[in-house]
């Protein structure tokens, strides 16, 4: 049994953050440990959950190893990488206990069963572990004001063969909490601290370390599937694995974006990589629901991808310090007019040296936009702009790099 269909809603607190999620690249208990996240620290902070890499496995209760990460793991993850500490936990709790527990907690984070939860598709379908964050609509957040009503946040985003799941608030009445936690769940209060500094160097030769070091794992993990993969059950439990891995390749690619001086391209490639395996495994598990072999493709292609990992993160594209302008300046000076521009005394005319000219200084120009990644703006471009090695070190300096177009 399942409650009511609660009405869609908007909130002016957690609609941001639910935009500003990267709900694609999150399984379903990471989505809402993200909201928080961001609703603290500002648009991105969750992407922090993607810096490490690596592959850990555990056990399904079939008995197959299996990447996926419970509730343990992520709530470990989510004050390691974004600081939000656990205050309090009540496990075994019912719709009841939830409504006596937002009296004197503004927000939980809950976990339950999907197949009780309205708003997502499982509901009625499937049986899986997921997460949602309530809260009490008394402050008129959601254009309601004290009735009772109590407001879900969900960032859970996934196409599913029941319906599409999307990001979202919901506004349902308390006692049909009874009915989303007719297995009783657990809740959580968690407080947002300030989130750790990375080290993106560290993290990227840490994670060539730990996906290295999963040789043995990996084999163990690609032996299992290929033994079981004839089992309908153990295809559609890689379906599963597969997608929580391109989720965590994604996210990863998306931390890697926002780290100055480092390319995402080979992350992106892979994470898309695991996307099309996905649509493959999918496929495979249909046709052997219906009696069909199961290609041995499918379990060779799983073990290059797995392999693929380790060779890219071996390879890390390690963050360099941006350039200083004023070196690259007098690198390129002595480069193109043959002289020691280091040695010059401060302030020194351009135009005494023996081979400048004003061919040259533009070849300067370009070779330093070139290495700086920058554009001048040619309003910059005055005769007084470039007289000196210093006045063209401060038109450098002053001049932002900008992204290539695409």
């Given amino acids: 049994m399942t409650a ?33 996240a961001d609703d603290a620290h500002g648009a991105g902070a969750h992407l922090a959950l993607g810096a490490p890499t690596g592959f850990a496995t555990t056990r399904t209760p079939s008995g197959l190893p299996t990447p996926a990460a419970g509730p343990e793991r992520r709530l470990a993850e989510a004050e390691e990488l974004l600081g939000l500490r656990t205050t309090a936990r009540w496990d075994g709790v019912d719709g009841p206990r939830l409504r006596e527990l937002l009296r004197d907690n503004a927000v939980l984070y809950v976990i339950g069963d999907a197949y009780t939860m309205p708003w997502v598709p499982y509901a009625g379908h499937d049986h899986m572990e997921h997460s949602f964050l ?27 063969p029941w319906g599409s799941a999307r990001p979202g608030v919901w506004r349902l009445p308390a006692a049909d909490l009874d009915a989303v936690l007719a297995t009783k769940g657990t809740a959580l209060a968690l407080e947002a601290t300030a989130p750790p500094q990375l080290d993106a160097a560290a993290v990227l030769t840490a994670n060539a370390a730990a996906m290295s070091a999963a040789g043995p794992r990996i084999d163990a993990y690609v032996t299992a599937m290929r033994e079981a993969v004839g089992d309908p059950d153990a295809l559609d439990a890689l379906v599963l694995d597969v997608w929580v891995l391109g989720r965590a390749r994604t996210l990863h690619a998306a931390w890697l974006g926002t780290v100055p001086g480092v390319s995402a391209d080979a992350a992106e490639a892979r994470a898309q990589a695991w996307r099309r395996y996905a649509a493959h495994t999918y496929v495979a598990a249909r046709r052997a629901r219906r009696g069909g072999a199961v290609p041995a493709s499918v379990i060779d292609q799983l073990d290059r991808l797995l392999r693929d990992d380790v060779e890219t993160a071996r390879r890390p ?4 310090a941006p350039s200083d302008p004023r070196a690259v ?30 061919f040259r200084l533009v070849d300067v120009i370009e070779r330093v936009e070139s290495r700086l990644g920058t554009t001048i703006d040619p309003e910059a471009l005055r005769e ?11 038109l450098f300096s002053a001049t932002p790099a900008v992204e290539e177009a695409s």
């Fill in 4 to 36: 009511d269909t609660p009405v869609e809603a908007s909130s002016a607190r957690w609609s941001p953050a639910l935009a500003s999620v990267r709900a694609d690249a999150l399984d379903c208990l990471q989505a809402n440990l993200a909201v928080l």
């Fill in 134 to 160: 309530l809260t009490a609509d008394n402050h008129g957040d959601a254009g309601d004001a004290g009735d009772g009503t109590v407001l879900v946040i969900d960032a859970y985003h996934n196409d599913t």
């Fill in 317 to 320: 594209a390690v963050p360099q």
């Fill in 329 to 358: 300046v007098v690198e390129e000076l002595t480069a193109v007019l043959g002289a020691d521009v280091a040695g010059l005394p401060s302030g020194a005319p351009l135009r005494d040296l023996p081979q400048f000219n004003s």
């Fill in 384 to 394: 007084d702009s470039f007289d000196t090695v210093d006045t063209l070190c401060r």
